[in-house]
């Protein structure tokens, strides 16, 4: 085929093209994952500039020829990572199949994530892609913090907390642990939003949680089950102990003061609890079932008190 000018469109002039090897170094510097190559004896046989900058491994560390284990052992030394870590990453050099991993690293003190790949070459060596994932884990992190948590509250949401007390009734019956439930519903909660507002109402809720998360225990999980009414599972905790956290919610709730923006008079709030502790053979909707029969009694027997069943 020839163009206009009678030249050859399929052949170059070796003056005015890179060789192929330069074309592919060009390449290698501009890909935005680090990359290396490493032979049968561990040699290492070519890396990119985003490897190095990557790692920021001491000079001299990177180098055609050095043994790659010996980068493994300075990016370990560098990077906050345990022996344990360190033996894995050697072990996983002979890996024959493609396989990826993420692993946590610090760089310059900074913590980061990355996400290698491994490409096992015919023989033995590899070549392996290194991608910096720091980002989509902290956007994963914070995804499933949102679909566990309650926004209003940052408790936990009821879905959530349904898992968890499946986990630990579960757990307790394992070990023969003792486990407490706790359904607790502010008194008359509609007057509050009909009487203040619905912003002050959320006041009230946010207030809530804040008493109930300051008299926890740090095993103690506490997560909101719907509108005005929440829940506290209290691991390790039988009913004479379990009684005696719910009323101290329920005193504290008594003394809560959360103003309305016009008034300055605290908000009377009041909290009705129905405790309960998981028995032998019983299952999420037993123990969820007991403690609002419980809490309902309280309800029917005036509020602002704890019955336990
Ligand atoms: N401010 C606010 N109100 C909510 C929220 N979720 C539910 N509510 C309100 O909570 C109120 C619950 O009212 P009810 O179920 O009648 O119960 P109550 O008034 O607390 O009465 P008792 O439970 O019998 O003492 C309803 O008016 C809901 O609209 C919320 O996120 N914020």
């Known amino acids: 085929m020839t163009d206009e000018s009678g030249g050859n469109r399929n052949s170059y002039d070796k003056n005015h093209f890179p060789q192929q090897a330069d074309v592919l170094n060009i ?169 203040w507002g619905h912003p002050t109402g959320d006041e009230v809720l946010k207030s809530f949680a804040a008493q109930c998360r300051s008299v926890m225990r740090e095993n103690d999980k506490m997560g909101r089950f719907g509108g005005e009414e929440f829940v506290m599972l209290l691991p390790e905790t039988g009913k004479t102990d379990a009684v005696l956290v719910a009323e101290r919610i329920r005193k504290i709730t008594a003394e809560m003061a959360v103003k309305p923006k016009r008034s300055s008079t605290p908000i009377p709030v009041t909290v009705s609890i129905g405790a309960t502790t998981a028995g032998e053979g019983d299952d999420v909707e037993y123990v969820i079932a007991r403690a609002d029969e419980a809490m309902y009694e309280a309800k029917d027997a005036g509020r602002n008190r704890v019955i336990c069943h």
Request: glycine content about 6%.
């Open 27 to 195: 390449v290698l510097d501009h890909i935005t994952q680090g990359m290396v190559v490493v032979g049968p004896d561990y040699r290492t046989l070519a890396f990119n500039r985003h490897f190095e900058e990557m790692f920021q491994l001491p000079p001299g560390t990177v180098e055609v020829g050095a043994d790659f284990r010996d980068i493994l052992r300075t990016w370990a030394a560098t990077t906050g990572q345990d022996q344990q870590m360190l033996d894995y990453a050697i072990y996983q050099l002979d890996e024959p199949a493609t396989f990826e991993f993420e692993f946590p690293q610090l760089i310059n003190g900074d913590p980061r994530w990355c996400l290698l790949t491994h490409n096992p070459l015919p023989g033995k060596g590899f070549v392996r892609t290194f991608t910096d994932i720091t980002k989509r884990k902290a956007l994963e992190a914070s995804l499933m913090k949102l679909s566990r948590e309650d926004p209003l509250t940052g408790l936990y949401n009821r879905r959530t907390i349904l898992d968890l007390l499946e986990e630990e009734i579960q757990r307790g019956q394992r070990y023969k642990h003792p486990l407490s439930f706790l359904m607790m519903d502010i008194d008359h909660f509609k007057k509050i939003n009909d009487q």
